[in-house]
């Protein structure tokens, strides 16, 4: 089993910056891409942001601009660097190994922005 953390989440005011990291404890076997969800509360987890094996990203439209999703593969890290913050960005952020056979998620991050 492979582990996923999640950290970097807090309280940041609108037009402020965070970047998440997602560490996971060592490779994993037949991933397709590393992603991050977010789930408001009273919603839906979302899918955010996604980066492939060969390093193409993708994006929700509403983040698109502001969010860059990156990864150290040395370090066996993602980032999610948000920039321009919102307060409909207020979520618990998850990372995501997606891969062929079942997904590996982690507990998530809190990502408050409130003034």
């Known amino acids: 089993q492979v582990r996923l953390v999640e950290s970097g989440g807090g309280l940041v005011q609108p037009g402020g910056s965070l970047r998440l990291s997602c560490e996971f404890s060592?490779?994993?076997?037949?991933?397709?891409?590393m992603r991050w969800y977010r789930q408001a509360p009273g919603k839906q987890r979302e899918w955010v942001a996604s980066i492939a094996n060969d390093g193409s990203t993708d994006y929700v439209a509403d983040v698109k601009g502001r969010f860059a999703i990156a990864r150290d593969s040395a370090k066996n890290t993602v980032y999610l660097q948000m920039n321009d913050l919102k307060p409909e960005d207020t979520a618990v952020y998850y990372c995501?190994?997606?891969?062929?056979?079942?997904?590996?998620w982690g507990q998530g991050t809190q990502v408050t922005v409130s003034s």
């Open positions: 995501n190994a997606h891969r062929r056979g079942p997904d590996f």
């Open positions: 060592r490779g994993i076997f037949n991933l397709e891409s």
